[in-house]
């Protein structure tokens, strides 16, 4: 299983939330920096946000994120306020090795099937953000259907693997709810990469027995609640 360190950036700086809401940010630094730092560690994958992008401002942040693109030269998966075809064709012509489309992919499905064609199934990403088993769109303030149900639709157009963040722990440092996390796995073929709730060296080695490809470290590993070094011994 591999770990995602997420590198969250909202005005030019890496944040953390809480429950995605604007007002709970944390702010840790200099993305690059923070970036830099979990590659040092050990890290050969980052997760990147565009928050700008998810509120609303799909340039937010670009000529910053590209630089980071450039610098890092690590496997990097990145979401954030991708509405269109041709966002998400921008982002993969830059050198991301995936984008997450979620609103977008519930908006119009047949984009992955647009994207898996132009650019290979693995590099194409849906979100399945799910809140009370619910798929959650727009910033997560709407929801719209069963997330099994998109999962497999998803999977049927053309996505190469799936994010799954569960909304209801995300940013909570309480653990995971592995229950959604086993039934997404046990209904797709698909890689799935698991988001929310991921707090200790259990959470991982959990996700690591459920099948999970990925795991992504965010709030807890900012406030050092887990360490990057034990998350990926866990992995082995």
């Known amino acids: 299983m591999k770990i995602f360190p997420a590198v969250d950036i909202l005005n030019g700086r890496c944040v953390q ?19 830099t730092r979990w590659i040092n560690e050990g890290a050969t994958a980052l997760h990147i946000v565009n928050l700008d992008g998810a509120f609303g401002r ?50 119009d499905p047949a984009c992955i099937r647009t994207l898996a064609k132009e650019f290979g ?8 953000d799910a809140k009370g088993g619910q798929i959650a769109v727009h ?17 049927k157009l053309g996505a190469g693997s799936l994010l799954y963040t569960n909304v209801d ?9 592995f229950g959604p996390v086993k039934r997404l796995i046990d209904r797709v073929g698909i890689p799935v990469v698991v988001a ?11 996700l690591r027995d ?7 470290l965010g709030s807890a590993l900012y406030s050092g609640k887990i360490a990057l070094k034990d998350a990926l011994e866990e992995c082995r």
């Open 169 to 177: 722990v995300e940013g909570l440092q309480q653990g995971v709810r």
């Open 210 to 216: 459920a099948g999970a490809y990925g795991a992504i």
């Open 17 to 35: 939330l809480v429950q995605g809401k604007r007002e709970s940010a944390t702010i840790y630094g200099d993305p690059l920096s923070c970036a």
């Open 196 to 206: 929310g709730g991921v707090s200790s060296g259990s959470d991982v080695a959990g």
């Open 121 to 128: 199934s693995n590099r194409v990403m849906p979100g399945v």
């Open 58 to 107: 799909s340039s937010g942040n670009a000529a910053l994120i590209t630089d980071l693109i450039r610098k890092t030269g690590v496997e990097i998966e990145l979401g954030g306020g991708i509405r269109s075809i041709e966002d998400a064709r921008h982002w993969l012509e830059t050198g991301v090795d995936r984008v997450i489309i979620s609103t977008l992919a519930t908006q």
């Open 139 to 155: 910033g997560w303030q709407e929801t719209a259907g069963d997330y099994l149900d998109w999962a497999v639709r998803f999977e």
